[in-house]
């Protein structure tokens, strides 16, 4: 919805999303890099580089914000695996309360990734 006041024109849905003109002329381009960094942290994981995959991953969050593409949960996700690991529980608890937050209930994997961060949450406060 737009709105005119005097000689400027608004959109009021911007009003609710302060990234959402940065996401109408940059999407594509933080979407791509959100996912290169998230598969990046991955690979750093794998190659037993926790901390690094850790930074890594926080910069792949920090781009999803600008980014419509559904990443986010899953490198919270990613990110309360790994902070668990080098024993972050607040951070970790934090990171998989966000991961099922952000989860979209339209997403076809909705129930289970549901389901994989709440059994991940649970673990964390075991381990607290």
Known sequence: MKTTTGNNELNVLNLFNPHAEI???HDSSFAEKSIEFFERAIEEANKGMIYSAIDTARDALVMTKYSRQYVAPYVHGFLAQMLLETS???AA???AEMAIAKL???N???WEDKK???T????I???A
Not at 120 to 123: G, I, K, P, V
């Open 104 to 106: 979209n209930p339209e």
């Open 125 to 127: 406060k075991q381990a």
């Open 108 to 110: 076809q994997d909705f």
């Open 93 to 95: 608890a934090f990171h």
């Open 88 to 90: 972050h529980k607040g």
């Open 23 to 25: 996401m109408d002329k």
């Open 116 to 118: 994989y961060y709440t």
């Open 120 to 123: 991940l949450l649970s673990a």
